[in-house]
């Protein structure tokens, strides 16, 4: 049995036509088409037919392509005479302006369609190729997991280290103060302090009068340094004025 060959794609997409069932007795109802309307249609219908002939580039083939149209449009002409057509239809819609301009609003809005699932394509692939690099990162990760996981089971059914072993046979030996050997400070003898105030009022009367004695003779003694300060200040200066720089420094210095 041969199998039936696939349908080719069409070239160009095409809208699936839509049949609506609609009564005899509503369409009886409907207005004839208007005179201006049937000469907007003879108009888009002759401007078709003059793309196809000039898509032809043989004369001949030009000459005859337009006489089949031109017989096809004049009985679509006829037939369109008698027809009637919807209300709610307007004279626009049959316009070749308005057509091309509809048929130019649709062209974009595709082009922009397939342009935005173009990305959407791209963004998918990049999103695929970054899941399946992280899938292989996430298979490495727990093939490492598992190889842990045997390897500390190994090491743990296996023997400890000598170093180990011998920490562990070793006494710990506590560091308590009797342990570590430490010597406790003999006790303070506290009875020097017991003393009464009566005792000790003598003793602080004569420290009381040599610290007054000390501070007199600190005064007479600071004074007599403020004077030795002011009388060296007063002989540089007579120095300075009659003296040369080197005898200066001479006498300064001794």
């Known amino acids: ?3 039936e060959a696939a349908a080719p794609s069409p070239k160009y997409l095409r809208l699936a036509p839509k049949r609506k069932r609609i ?5 009886e109802k409907w207005p004839m088409i208007s005179a201006p309307v049937l000469d907007q249609i003879s108009v ?55 057509i091309a301009a509809q048929n130019e609003r649709v062209y974009r809005e595709l082009t922009t369609t397939r342009h935005r699932n173009q990305l959407l394509d791209e963004q998918i692939k990049i ?31 296996k023997q400890l280290h000598p170093l180990l072993q011998e920490a562990e046979s070793l006494k710990i030996v506590e560091d308590k103060p009797e342990d570590i050997g430490l010597r406790k400070a003999p006790p303070i003898d506290t009875a020097l302090f017991d003393i009464s105030y009566a005792d000790l009022a003598p003793l602080l009367q004569t420290l009381r009068l040599n610290l007054e004695t000390m501070q007199n003779n600190h005064a007479q003694i600071g004074g007599i340094s403020d004077a030795v300060t ?13 003296v040369q720089g080197e005898q200066y420094d001479a006498l300064m210095n001794y």
Do not use: C, Y
């Open 230 to 242: 002011e009388a060296q200040v007063a002989l540089d200066d007579v120095v300075f004025k009659h």
């Open 23 to 27: 009564p005899q007795e509503i369409i």
């Open 44 to 98: 888009v219908l002759r401007r078709a037919k003059d793309a196809i002939v000039l898509s032809r580039r043989d004369p001949q083939k030009q000459q005859e392509a337009d006489e089949v149209l031109h017989g096809v449009i004049r009985k679509l002409e006829r037939h369109f005479a008698n027809t009637k057509i919807p209300p709610q239809s307007k004279a626009h819609q049959f316009d070749l302006n308005h």
């Open 1 to 3: 049995m041969v199998a």
């Open 127 to 157: 999103a695929a190729a970054k899941l399946k690099e992280e899938e292989e990162t996430l298979s490495k990760v727990k093939e490492n997991k598992l190889q842990w996981q045997r390897r500390w089971k190994a090491q743990g059914k």
